[in-house]
Protein backbone atom coordinates (compact mmCIF):
# COMPACT_ATOMS: atom_id res chain seq x y z
CA UNK A 1 0.00 0.00 0.00
CA UNK A 2 1.24 3.41 -0.95
CA UNK A 3 0.91 6.74 1.03
CA UNK A 4 -0.96 8.24 -1.64
CA UNK A 5 -3.69 5.54 -1.46
CA UNK A 6 -3.45 6.09 2.51
CA UNK A 7 -3.99 9.60 2.65
CA UNK A 8 -7.44 8.77 0.91
CA UNK A 9 -8.66 5.97 3.35
CA UNK A 10 -10.96 6.75 6.39
CA UNK A 11 -12.88 4.38 8.69
CA UNK A 12 -15.94 6.86 8.90
CA UNK A 13 -17.74 4.27 8.14
CA UNK A 14 -17.58 2.07 10.95
CA UNK A 15 -20.29 2.18 14.06
CA UNK A 16 -19.62 4.97 16.07
CA UNK A 17 -16.54 6.15 14.36
CA UNK A 18 -17.02 9.80 13.76
CA UNK A 19 -14.09 11.23 11.89
CA UNK A 20 -11.43 7.60 11.64
CA UNK A 21 -8.92 9.90 9.87
CA UNK A 22 -5.92 9.60 9.30
CA UNK A 23 -5.20 5.80 9.96
CA UNK A 24 -2.59 4.65 11.81
CA UNK A 25 -0.13 2.65 10.38
CA UNK A 26 1.98 -0.07 11.63
CA UNK A 27 4.47 -1.06 8.88
CA UNK A 28 6.47 -4.19 9.19
CA UNK A 29 8.07 -4.56 5.74
CA UNK A 30 8.46 -1.53 3.71
CA UNK A 31 9.84 -1.63 0.19
CA UNK A 32 11.25 1.28 -1.68
CA UNK A 33 10.61 0.65 -5.45
CA UNK A 34 11.92 3.03 -8.40
CA UNK A 35 8.80 4.33 -10.57
CA UNK A 36 8.44 6.71 -13.37
CA UNK A 37 8.67 10.48 -12.02
CA UNK A 38 5.84 12.35 -14.03
CA UNK A 39 5.98 16.00 -12.46
CA UNK A 40 2.48 17.00 -13.68
CA UNK A 41 0.58 14.30 -11.84
CA UNK A 42 2.16 14.94 -8.98
CA UNK A 43 1.79 18.53 -9.20
CA UNK A 44 -1.46 17.52 -9.76
CA UNK A 45 -2.34 15.42 -6.97
CA UNK A 46 -0.70 17.49 -4.37
CA UNK A 47 -3.45 20.32 -4.02
CA UNK A 48 -5.67 17.07 -3.35
CA UNK A 49 -3.98 15.48 -0.31
CA UNK A 50 -4.18 15.76 3.17
CA UNK A 51 -0.66 17.41 3.85
CA UNK A 52 0.23 17.68 7.20
CA UNK A 53 -1.32 13.74 7.37
CA UNK A 54 0.57 12.49 4.54
CA UNK A 55 4.20 14.17 6.29
CA UNK A 56 2.90 12.00 9.57
CA UNK A 57 2.44 8.87 7.80
CA UNK A 58 5.54 9.20 6.42
CA UNK A 59 7.19 10.49 9.71
CA UNK A 60 5.41 7.36 11.69
CA UNK A 61 7.09 4.80 8.95
CA UNK A 62 10.74 6.29 9.20
CA UNK A 63 10.50 7.55 5.57
CA UNK A 64 10.34 11.20 5.87
CA UNK A 65 12.87 12.45 3.80
CA UNK A 66 12.65 15.88 5.17
CA UNK A 67 9.39 16.85 3.92
CA UNK A 68 8.33 20.44 5.15
CA UNK A 69 5.27 20.99 7.35
CA UNK A 70 3.86 23.08 5.54
CA UNK A 71 3.41 22.94 1.52
CA UNK A 72 5.60 25.30 -0.24
CA UNK A 73 4.13 28.08 -2.07
CA UNK A 74 5.91 27.85 -5.55
CA UNK A 75 5.84 23.87 -5.62
CA UNK A 76 4.85 23.49 -9.24
CA UNK A 77 8.13 24.69 -10.55
CA UNK A 78 10.59 22.91 -7.56
CA UNK A 79 11.54 19.73 -9.47
CA UNK A 80 13.51 18.71 -6.63
CA UNK A 81 10.60 19.33 -3.83
CA UNK A 82 8.12 17.30 -6.69
CA UNK A 83 10.50 14.82 -6.58
CA UNK A 84 10.43 13.91 -3.06
CA UNK A 85 6.85 14.11 -2.83
CA UNK A 86 6.68 11.90 -5.77
CA UNK A 87 9.09 9.30 -3.65
CA UNK A 88 6.89 9.36 -0.53
CA UNK A 89 3.43 9.10 -2.32
CA UNK A 90 4.49 6.28 -5.49
CA UNK A 91 7.60 4.60 -4.30
CA UNK A 92 7.54 3.78 -0.45
CA UNK A 93 5.12 0.64 -0.53
CA UNK A 94 3.87 -0.99 2.65
CA UNK A 95 3.94 -4.67 1.89
CA UNK A 96 3.11 -5.98 5.13
CA UNK A 97 1.59 -4.25 8.38
CA UNK A 98 -1.25 -2.93 9.61
CA UNK A 99 -3.98 0.00 9.11
CA UNK A 100 -4.94 0.84 12.50
CA UNK A 101 -8.49 3.23 13.14
CA UNK A 102 -7.55 5.45 15.15
CA UNK A 103 -10.78 5.32 17.45
CA UNK A 104 -11.64 2.12 17.77
CA UNK A 105 -8.30 0.66 17.19
CA UNK A 106 -9.73 -1.75 14.96
CA UNK A 107 -7.22 -3.36 12.76
CA UNK A 108 -6.89 -4.13 8.97
CA UNK A 109 -4.32 -6.34 7.73
CA UNK A 110 -1.77 -5.60 5.26
CA UNK A 111 -0.43 -8.15 3.34
CA UNK A 112 1.36 -8.47 0.63
CA UNK A 113 0.81 -4.79 0.11
CA UNK A 114 -2.68 -5.73 -0.06
CA UNK A 115 -4.67 -3.75 2.42
CA UNK A 116 -8.21 -5.59 3.77
CA UNK A 117 -10.55 -3.66 4.43
CA UNK A 118 -13.51 -5.80 4.84
CA UNK A 119 -15.13 -5.66 8.30
CA UNK A 120 -16.82 -8.96 9.56
CA UNK A 121 -20.91 -9.03 10.08
CA UNK A 122 -21.22 -8.78 13.38
CA UNK A 123 -19.51 -4.98 12.46
CA UNK A 124 -21.86 -4.02 9.81
CA UNK B 1 -5.34 5.41 -46.55
CA UNK B 2 -5.28 7.67 -48.87
CA UNK B 3 -7.41 6.36 -51.55
CA UNK B 4 -6.59 6.59 -55.01
CA UNK B 5 -9.41 4.18 -56.58
CA UNK B 6 -11.97 2.24 -55.70
CA UNK B 7 -14.28 0.12 -57.98
CA UNK B 8 -17.49 -2.29 -58.02
CA UNK B 9 -15.15 -4.74 -60.24
CA UNK B 10 -10.90 -5.61 -59.96
CA UNK B 11 -10.83 -4.76 -63.52
CA UNK B 12 -12.00 -1.13 -62.72
CA UNK B 13 -9.81 -0.08 -60.12
CA UNK B 14 -6.71 -1.28 -62.73
CA UNK B 15 -8.28 1.17 -65.00
CA UNK B 16 -8.43 4.00 -63.07
CA UNK B 17 -4.97 3.20 -61.67
CA UNK B 18 -3.99 2.87 -65.87
CA UNK B 19 -4.94 6.37 -66.00
CA UNK B 20 -3.68 7.95 -62.97
CA UNK B 21 -2.62 11.52 -63.49
CA UNK B 22 1.08 10.83 -63.04
CA UNK B 23 2.41 13.43 -61.81
CA UNK B 24 0.21 12.72 -58.76
CA UNK B 25 1.87 9.95 -57.29
CA UNK B 26 5.74 10.53 -58.42
CA UNK B 27 6.35 12.15 -54.62
CA UNK B 28 5.61 8.02 -53.58
CA UNK B 29 7.40 6.36 -56.78
CA UNK B 30 11.06 8.17 -56.27
CA UNK B 31 14.05 5.99 -57.12
CA UNK B 32 15.57 6.13 -53.64
CA UNK B 33 12.17 4.85 -52.13
CA UNK B 34 11.47 1.59 -51.20
CA UNK B 35 8.27 0.13 -51.88
CA UNK B 36 5.68 -2.60 -51.06
CA UNK B 37 2.25 -3.56 -52.06
CA UNK B 38 0.20 -5.42 -49.20
CA UNK B 39 -2.97 -7.61 -50.62
CA UNK B 40 -5.91 -7.90 -48.14
CA UNK B 41 -8.76 -9.59 -48.87
CA UNK B 42 -11.73 -9.24 -46.30
CA UNK B 43 -13.95 -12.03 -44.83
CA UNK B 44 -12.84 -14.13 -48.37
CA UNK B 45 -9.60 -15.94 -47.93
CA UNK B 46 -6.96 -16.36 -50.73
CA UNK B 47 -3.84 -18.20 -50.73
CA UNK B 48 -0.77 -16.55 -50.73
CA UNK B 49 -0.19 -17.76 -54.67
CA UNK B 50 -3.48 -15.88 -55.03
CA UNK B 51 -2.66 -13.09 -53.26
CA UNK B 52 0.83 -12.59 -55.35
CA UNK B 53 -0.98 -12.75 -58.16
CA UNK B 54 -3.06 -10.48 -57.42
CA UNK B 55 -0.23 -7.93 -56.49
CA UNK B 56 1.38 -8.46 -59.95
CA UNK B 57 -1.26 -6.68 -61.75
CA UNK B 58 0.08 -3.96 -60.46
CA UNK B 59 3.40 -4.51 -62.48
CA UNK B 60 1.99 -1.91 -64.71
CA UNK B 61 2.74 1.17 -62.05
CA UNK B 62 5.88 3.62 -62.52
CA UNK B 63 7.29 2.26 -59.43
CA UNK B 64 11.46 3.03 -59.99
CA UNK B 65 12.47 1.80 -56.29
CA UNK B 66 13.28 -1.19 -54.91
CA UNK B 67 11.07 -3.71 -53.03
CA UNK B 68 11.52 -4.11 -48.99
CA UNK B 69 9.26 -6.41 -47.15
CA UNK B 70 10.15 -5.50 -43.81
CA UNK B 71 10.03 -1.45 -43.07
CA UNK B 72 9.36 0.14 -47.10
CA UNK B 73 9.05 3.95 -47.24
CA UNK B 74 5.99 3.65 -49.17
CA UNK B 75 3.00 1.07 -48.69
CA UNK B 76 0.90 0.80 -51.19
CA UNK B 77 -2.77 -1.02 -50.25
CA UNK B 78 -4.94 -3.18 -52.00
CA UNK B 79 -7.82 -4.18 -50.45
CA UNK B 80 -10.99 -6.64 -51.75
CA UNK B 81 -14.03 -6.73 -49.90
CA UNK B 82 -16.39 -9.77 -49.90
CA UNK B 83 -18.87 -8.66 -47.50
CA UNK B 84 -19.18 -9.16 -43.82
CA UNK B 85 -20.36 -12.87 -43.84
CA UNK B 86 -17.31 -15.28 -43.59
CA UNK B 87 -19.38 -17.96 -44.19
CA UNK B 88 -20.64 -17.39 -47.48
CA UNK B 89 -18.33 -14.77 -49.51
CA UNK B 90 -19.25 -13.85 -52.80
CA UNK B 91 -17.08 -15.33 -55.98
CA UNK B 92 -16.41 -11.45 -56.59
CA UNK B 93 -15.43 -8.56 -54.14
CA UNK B 94 -18.38 -5.72 -53.52
CA UNK B 95 -15.72 -3.19 -53.90
CA UNK B 96 -12.01 -2.98 -54.39
CA UNK B 97 -10.00 -0.25 -52.78
CA UNK B 98 -6.08 1.19 -53.87
CA UNK B 99 -4.28 3.63 -52.43
CA UNK B 100 -1.07 4.37 -50.25
CA UNK B 101 -1.35 3.12 -46.46
CA UNK B 102 -0.60 6.30 -44.37
CA UNK B 103 -0.50 5.19 -40.91
CA UNK B 104 -1.45 2.29 -38.74
CA UNK B 105 -4.63 2.58 -36.20
CA UNK B 106 -4.38 1.41 -32.66
CA UNK B 107 -6.43 -1.68 -33.72
CA UNK B 108 -2.76 -3.89 -32.88
CA UNK B 109 -3.59 -2.51 -29.42
CA UNK B 110 -6.18 -5.46 -29.19
CA UNK B 111 -4.15 -8.42 -29.88
CA UNK B 112 -1.06 -6.76 -27.49
CA UNK B 113 -3.07 -6.86 -24.45
CA UNK B 114 -4.35 -10.02 -25.64
CA UNK B 115 -5.69 -12.22 -22.19
CA UNK B 116 -4.32 -15.45 -23.96
CA UNK B 117 -0.79 -14.11 -22.66
CA UNK B 118 -1.52 -11.98 -19.91
CA UNK B 119 -0.03 -13.38 -16.42
CA UNK B 120 -3.16 -13.40 -14.32
CA UNK B 121 -6.59 -13.34 -15.40
CA UNK B 122 -9.91 -14.43 -14.19
CA UNK B 123 -13.07 -16.22 -15.13
CA UNK B 124 -14.41 -12.81 -15.89
CA UNK B 125 -11.62 -11.04 -17.36
CA UNK B 126 -12.48 -8.29 -19.83
CA UNK B 127 -11.77 -8.64 -23.29
CA UNK B 128 -9.31 -6.43 -24.31
CA UNK B 129 -11.08 -5.25 -27.20
CA UNK B 130 -13.68 -3.61 -24.68
CA UNK B 131 -11.75 -2.61 -22.10
CA UNK B 132 -9.72 -0.27 -24.03
CA UNK B 133 -13.30 0.79 -25.77
CA UNK B 134 -14.29 1.77 -21.95
CA UNK B 135 -11.36 3.26 -21.17
CA UNK B 136 -11.87 5.47 -24.52
CA UNK B 137 -15.79 5.71 -23.20
CA UNK B 138 -13.85 7.16 -20.16
CA UNK B 139 -12.29 10.09 -21.95
CA UNK B 140 -9.27 8.84 -19.68
CA UNK B 141 -6.12 11.55 -19.70
CA UNK B 142 -2.97 11.25 -18.56
CA UNK B 143 -2.35 11.80 -15.07
CA UNK B 144 -6.24 10.69 -14.03
CA UNK B 145 -7.07 8.80 -11.33
CA UNK B 146 -9.24 6.25 -12.27
CA UNK B 147 -11.04 3.40 -9.72
CA UNK B 148 -12.76 0.49 -11.18
CA UNK B 149 -14.61 -0.93 -7.28
CA UNK B 150 -15.03 -4.34 -8.66
CA UNK B 151 -11.57 -4.82 -10.07
CA UNK B 152 -11.12 -8.46 -10.16
CA UNK B 153 -8.14 -9.31 -12.31
CA UNK B 154 -7.82 -5.45 -13.04
CA UNK B 155 -8.44 -5.92 -16.79
CA UNK B 156 -10.22 -2.61 -16.95
CA UNK B 157 -7.40 -0.86 -15.22
CA UNK B 158 -4.74 -2.17 -18.02
CA UNK B 159 -6.92 -0.33 -20.59
CA UNK B 160 -7.02 2.63 -18.27
CA UNK B 161 -3.62 2.67 -17.66
CA UNK B 162 -2.46 2.12 -21.06
CA UNK B 163 -4.34 5.65 -21.46
CA UNK B 164 -2.30 7.25 -18.89
CA UNK B 165 -4.64 7.01 -15.92
CA UNK B 166 -3.33 6.13 -12.55
CA UNK B 167 -5.22 3.51 -11.24
CA UNK B 168 -6.91 2.12 -8.07
CA UNK B 169 -9.33 -1.20 -7.20
CA UNK B 170 -11.09 -2.46 -4.65
CA UNK B 171 -12.88 -5.84 -4.80
CA UNK B 172 -14.52 -8.12 -1.75
CA UNK B 173 -12.90 -11.11 -3.44
CA UNK B 174 -9.74 -10.86 -0.61
CA UNK B 175 -8.85 -14.62 -2.75
CA UNK B 176 -8.71 -12.75 -6.13
CA UNK B 177 -6.50 -9.86 -5.14
CA UNK B 178 -4.11 -12.03 -3.96
CA UNK B 179 -4.38 -14.72 -6.57
CA UNK B 180 -5.34 -17.60 -4.93
CA UNK B 181 -8.65 -18.73 -6.56
CA UNK B 182 -8.41 -21.43 -9.32
CA UNK B 183 -6.26 -20.63 -12.08
CA UNK B 184 -8.98 -19.66 -15.16
CA UNK B 185 -7.18 -21.14 -17.77
CA UNK B 186 -7.72 -24.99 -18.41
CA UNK B 187 -3.88 -26.00 -19.04
CA UNK B 188 -2.97 -24.28 -15.59
CA UNK B 189 -3.06 -26.39 -12.60
CA UNK B 190 -2.04 -23.86 -9.49
CA UNK B 191 -1.53 -20.33 -9.97
CA UNK B 192 1.63 -18.81 -10.23
CA UNK B 193 3.16 -17.32 -7.01
CA UNK B 194 3.69 -13.93 -8.24
CA UNK B 195 0.11 -12.90 -10.21
CA UNK B 196 -1.06 -10.34 -9.31
CA UNK B 197 -2.59 -6.98 -10.90
CA UNK B 198 0.01 -5.32 -9.97
CA UNK B 199 2.27 -8.58 -12.26
CA UNK B 200 -0.38 -7.44 -15.19
CA UNK B 201 0.52 -3.69 -15.34
CA UNK B 202 4.22 -4.62 -14.75
CA UNK B 203 3.93 -6.91 -17.78
CA UNK B 204 2.44 -4.13 -20.45
CA UNK B 205 5.18 -1.68 -18.61
CA UNK B 206 2.54 0.43 -16.84
CA UNK B 207 3.70 -0.79 -13.05
CA UNK B 208 4.44 3.04 -12.97
CA UNK B 209 0.66 3.78 -13.43
CA UNK B 210 -0.60 1.41 -10.36
CA UNK B 211 -1.51 2.90 -7.33
CA UNK B 212 -2.89 0.35 -5.15
CA UNK B 213 -5.69 -2.30 -5.18
CA UNK B 214 -7.66 -2.87 -1.59
CA UNK B 215 -9.82 -5.24 -0.63
CA UNK B 216 -13.31 -4.00 0.50
CA UNK B 217 -17.10 -4.33 0.37
CA UNK B 218 -18.82 -1.78 -1.96
CA UNK B 219 -21.49 -1.48 0.38
CA UNK B 220 -19.16 0.07 2.80
CA UNK B 221 -16.68 2.23 1.52
CA UNK B 222 -13.79 3.41 3.06
CA UNK B 223 -12.86 6.70 0.64
CA UNK B 224 -12.56 9.84 2.33
CA UNK B 225 -15.53 11.95 1.52
CA UNK B 226 -13.82 14.67 -0.39
CA UNK B 227 -11.80 12.21 -2.50
CA UNK B 228 -12.69 12.97 -6.62
CA UNK B 229 -11.78 10.15 -8.76
CA UNK B 230 -11.50 11.31 -12.85
CA UNK B 231 -13.63 8.81 -13.93
CA UNK B 232 -15.09 5.10 -12.65
CA UNK B 233 -15.06 2.49 -14.78
CA UNK B 234 -16.49 -1.29 -13.72
CA UNK B 235 -17.74 -4.43 -14.95
CA UNK B 236 -19.78 -4.94 -11.70
CA UNK B 237 -20.78 -8.76 -11.05
CA UNK B 238 -24.31 -10.21 -12.28
CA UNK B 239 -24.48 -12.82 -10.01
CA UNK B 240 -24.65 -15.32 -13.07
CA UNK B 241 -20.52 -16.15 -13.04
CA UNK B 242 -19.48 -13.72 -10.37
CA UNK B 243 -21.53 -13.33 -7.06
CA UNK B 244 -23.48 -10.23 -6.20
CA UNK B 245 -21.94 -10.19 -2.30
CA UNK B 246 -21.22 -7.88 0.50
CA UNK B 247 -20.89 -8.53 4.17
CA UNK B 248 -23.50 -9.36 6.17
CA UNK B 249 -25.22 -12.10 7.98
CA UNK B 250 -29.33 -13.02 8.43
CA UNK B 251 -28.12 -14.04 12.12
CA UNK B 252 -29.59 -11.86 14.52
CA UNK B 253 -27.10 -10.68 17.16
CA UNK B 254 -24.09 -12.43 15.91
CA UNK B 255 -20.61 -11.83 17.49
CA UNK B 256 -17.21 -12.99 16.06
CA UNK B 257 -15.64 -14.59 19.17
CA UNK B 258 -11.97 -13.07 20.06
CA UNK B 259 -10.22 -16.47 19.69
CA UNK B 260 -11.55 -16.36 15.74
CA UNK B 261 -11.18 -13.22 14.98
CA UNK B 262 -7.80 -13.09 13.32
CA UNK B 263 -9.07 -15.51 10.98
CA UNK B 264 -11.98 -15.29 10.59
CA UNK B 265 -13.38 -14.95 7.08
CA UNK B 266 -16.77 -12.51 7.16
CA UNK B 267 -19.96 -13.87 6.39
CA UNK B 268 -21.38 -12.75 2.92
CA UNK B 269 -25.30 -11.79 1.67
CA UNK B 270 -26.77 -11.23 -1.41
CA UNK B 271 -26.34 -7.81 -2.93
CA UNK B 272 -29.32 -7.15 -5.24
CA UNK B 273 -28.44 -5.93 -8.36
CA UNK B 274 -30.73 -3.16 -7.91
CA UNK B 275 -28.96 -2.28 -5.12
CA UNK B 276 -25.51 -2.64 -6.38
CA UNK B 277 -26.35 -0.14 -8.95
CA UNK B 278 -28.37 2.03 -6.77
CA UNK B 279 -24.96 2.46 -4.80
CA UNK B 280 -22.71 2.72 -7.53
CA UNK B 281 -24.70 5.64 -9.27
CA UNK B 282 -24.94 7.07 -5.62
CA UNK B 283 -21.04 6.63 -5.39
CA UNK B 284 -20.15 8.04 -8.81
CA UNK B 285 -22.35 11.03 -7.96
CA UNK B 286 -20.39 11.67 -4.61
CA UNK B 287 -16.44 10.35 -5.61
CA UNK B 288 -15.93 11.33 -10.06
CA UNK B 289 -15.14 15.15 -10.33
CA UNK B 290 -18.02 17.47 -12.03
CA UNK B 291 -17.60 16.31 -15.76
CA UNK B 292 -15.93 13.28 -15.16
CA UNK B 293 -17.42 9.87 -16.26
CA UNK B 294 -18.36 6.59 -15.44
CA UNK B 295 -18.69 3.04 -17.32
CA UNK B 296 -20.30 0.23 -16.04
CA UNK B 297 -22.08 -2.79 -17.96
CA UNK B 298 -25.57 -3.40 -16.89
CA UNK B 299 -27.17 -7.27 -17.53
CA UNK B 300 -30.68 -6.98 -19.33
CA UNK B 301 -33.46 -9.51 -20.75
CA UNK B 302 -33.73 -8.33 -23.51
CA UNK B 303 -37.49 -8.83 -23.88
CA UNK B 304 -37.87 -6.50 -20.75
CA UNK B 305 -35.80 -3.86 -21.39
CA UNK B 306 -36.25 -0.43 -21.40
CA UNK B 307 -34.21 2.78 -21.57
CA UNK B 308 -36.37 4.12 -18.39
CA UNK B 309 -35.69 0.87 -16.56
CA UNK B 310 -31.63 2.02 -16.40
CA UNK B 311 -30.55 2.77 -12.91
CA UNK B 312 -30.41 6.60 -12.49
CA UNK B 313 -28.67 9.35 -10.16
CA UNK B 314 -30.10 12.71 -10.28
CA UNK B 315 -26.55 13.91 -10.51
CA UNK B 316 -25.38 11.85 -13.54
CA UNK B 317 -26.85 12.12 -17.06
CA UNK B 318 -26.49 9.24 -19.39
CA UNK B 319 -24.77 10.02 -22.50
CA UNK B 320 -24.60 6.67 -23.85
CA UNK B 321 -26.11 3.49 -23.94
CA UNK B 322 -25.06 0.34 -26.16
CA UNK B 323 -26.18 -3.05 -26.40
CA UNK B 324 -23.68 -6.21 -26.72
CA UNK B 325 -25.76 -9.72 -27.39
CA UNK B 326 -24.80 -12.65 -24.98
CA UNK B 327 -27.71 -14.71 -26.29
CA UNK B 328 -31.35 -14.68 -27.60
CA UNK B 329 -32.69 -13.78 -24.24
CA UNK B 330 -29.68 -11.95 -22.00
CA UNK B 331 -27.74 -9.15 -23.27
CA UNK B 332 -25.36 -6.39 -21.63
CA UNK B 333 -25.42 -2.50 -21.75
CA UNK B 334 -22.30 -0.78 -22.11
CA UNK B 335 -23.67 2.13 -19.58
CA UNK B 336 -21.83 5.56 -19.98
CA UNK B 337 -22.23 8.27 -17.43
CA UNK B 338 -21.30 12.17 -16.92
CA UNK B 339 -21.34 13.90 -13.83
CA UNK B 340 -23.38 17.07 -14.18
CA UNK B 341 -23.96 18.48 -10.34
CA UNK B 342 -22.80 17.61 -6.72
CA UNK B 343 -25.18 14.84 -5.71
CA UNK B 344 -27.99 17.07 -2.83
CA UNK B 345 -27.45 15.86 0.45
CA UNK B 346 -30.44 14.29 2.28
CA UNK B 347 -32.59 14.18 -0.60
CA UNK B 348 -34.91 11.14 -1.00
CA UNK B 349 -34.36 9.80 -4.00
CA UNK B 350 -36.10 8.00 -6.82
CA UNK B 351 -35.25 4.71 -6.11
CA UNK B 352 -35.46 2.98 -9.67
CA UNK B 353 -36.68 -0.46 -9.21
CA UNK B 354 -34.61 -2.60 -11.12
CA UNK B 355 -36.10 -6.45 -12.49
CA UNK B 356 -33.36 -8.82 -10.56
CA UNK B 357 -30.99 -9.99 -13.54
CA UNK B 358 -30.48 -13.65 -11.54
CA UNK B 359 -33.53 -14.39 -10.71
CA UNK B 360 -35.30 -13.78 -14.68
CA UNK B 361 -32.04 -15.70 -15.67
CA UNK B 362 -32.36 -18.39 -13.77
CA UNK B 363 -36.66 -18.46 -13.73
CA UNK B 364 -36.05 -18.36 -17.52
CA UNK B 365 -33.76 -21.21 -18.11
CA UNK B 366 -36.19 -23.21 -15.52
CA UNK B 367 -38.87 -22.68 -18.14
CA UNK B 368 -36.99 -23.50 -21.61
CA UNK B 369 -35.76 -26.65 -19.64
CA UNK B 370 -38.95 -27.91 -18.59
CA UNK B 371 -40.46 -26.94 -22.57
CA UNK B 372 -37.23 -28.87 -24.14
CA UNK B 373 -38.38 -31.83 -21.42
CA UNK B 374 -41.90 -31.32 -22.97
CA UNK B 375 -40.85 -31.30 -26.72
CA UNK B 376 -38.60 -34.35 -26.27
CA UNK B 377 -41.44 -36.48 -24.24
CA UNK B 378 -43.96 -35.18 -27.61
CA UNK B 379 -41.23 -36.30 -30.21
CA UNK B 380 -40.85 -39.74 -28.36
CA UNK B 381 -44.67 -40.31 -28.57
Known amino acids: MKLLTHNMLTS ?5 VTVGYPLKIKAVDVKENEIDFNPDFISRIIPKLDWPVLVKAADSIGKNDNLPEDLLPEYESDTDFLKKVHHVLLEIDIVNGELICPETGRKFP ?4 IPNMLLNEDEV | MELWSYSETIAGVHKQMKQY ?41 P ?35 FGRWITNGLRQLI ?17 PQL ?14 IILDPFVGSGSLLVAAAHFGGYVLGTDIDYLMLHARTRPSRITQKKREKDESVKANMAQYGLDHKYIDVLVNDFAIQFWKDDIRFDAIITDPPYGIREATEKIGTSKENCTVSEQHLSTHIPAKIVYGLSSLFYDLLAFSAKHLKLGGRLVCWFPIFREDYQEDGLPRNPSLQLVANSEQILNKHTSRRLLTYKKMSEPINKVMEERNHITDFRTRYYDNREETRKERRMKRAMERN
Open chain 2, 21 to 61: PYELIALYMKENQTFKIEVETFCRHFTQREKVEKLEAFSYL
Open chain 2, 111 to 127: QDLSLKNRKFIGNTSMD
Open chain 1, 12 to 16: KCMKG
Open chain 2, 131 to 144: SLLMANQAQIHPGD
Open chain 1, 110 to 113: INNG
Open chain 2, 63 to 97: VKGQVKLKGPDVVFQYIEYYGIDPKAPPENPYMVF
